[in-house]
């Protein structure tokens, strides 16, 4: 980000199974997803 002023974010999820991936997008680990967009509109802000 700082060498081409482009946010730059890195997540990935590994699950073992589909109840995993679901409680990833909503259950007890709250919205991974969700948490990633924020963090790439707060490394926007920082951008700007």
Known sequence: M???E???IFGVLTTDNFIQAEERVGGKHGHKGKQAA???LRMIQLAL
Do not use: G, H, Q, S
Request: no cysteine.
């Open 38 to 40: 924020e963090t790439a």
């Open 2 to 4: 700082l060498k081409y």
């Open 6 to 8: 482009v946010p730059v």
